[in-house]
């Protein structure tokens, strides 16, 4: 019952806006008394919370898989770049983050305050934390020496399409979306990388002269 309330609320969403979303209105989507969402809801807010944390685990999950070693057929469809290098990892994730934005556009804006509804970030800190330090520990494993400041700098980056997006301020298929965001992605991890490429460049050709 309670994950049908909550599927309930996203479908008033999709259809009306966030701002339909009542108790009374979930009632009658449902097809219970009023008083029905309260046995498991304190109120609207509540539902809204929910919607939100659930969401933020999901979004973690599929970031997380996303992030695992692939084989080169199930690589990311054409515009997206192939693994092969230290920040394939960090690609793929970014690429499921998008993904998500964009296969649930109306739960995206309410994690992140963009349909009008505001969830204080406070209550959801934890749940998006988690997902920065996903892409923190890729980029550090990558050899990044500054990846929160690269974070901060590539999900600006990808919350700002997708944002424009949604509000219809940029007029992108999902594909152009992907290659905009792989663009930012290969100007990132090209910067970030680059003192640990060469680092262990150095490192070999001393390895090497002392032979």
Not at 170 to 183: G, I, K, M, R, T
């Amino acid at each position: 019952a309670r994950r049908a309330i909550l599927n309930a609320a996203g479908e008033i969403a999709r259809r009306e806006g966030w701002d339909a979303v009542t108790m009374r209105r979930l009632a009658a989507e449902i097809e219970y008394s009023a008083n029905f969402a309260y046995r498991y809801f304190a109120g609207r807010d509540d539902i809204l919370l929910a919607l939100v944390r659930d969401g933020f685990t999901q979004l973690r999950d599929e970031v997380a898989a996303a992030a695992q070693p692939t084989k080169p057929s199930s690589e990311p469809a054409a515009g997206r770049k192939a693994s092969g290098d230290e920040g394939a990892a960090v690609r793929r994730a970014g690429h499921a983050y998008l993904d998500f934005a964009l296969a649930d556009p109306d739960l995206y804006q309410l994690m992140y305050s963009l349909g009008g509804v505001r969830v204080p970030v406070t209550d959801t800190w934890t749940e998006g934390q988690a997902i920065g330090d996903i892409f923190i520990g890729l980029l550090a494993a990558a050899g990044d020496a500054r990846p929160e400041e690269d974070v901060l700098q590539l999900w600006a980056t990808a919350h700002g399409l997708i944002a424009l997006q949604v509000v219809g301020r940029v007029d992108v298929d999902a594909a152009a979306l992907h290659a905009l965001f792989d663009n930012a992605l290969t100007d990132c991890l090209v910067r970030a990388l680059a003192p640990a490429r060469s680092t262990a460049r150095n490192a070999a050709t001393r390895e090497r002269s002392q032979r």
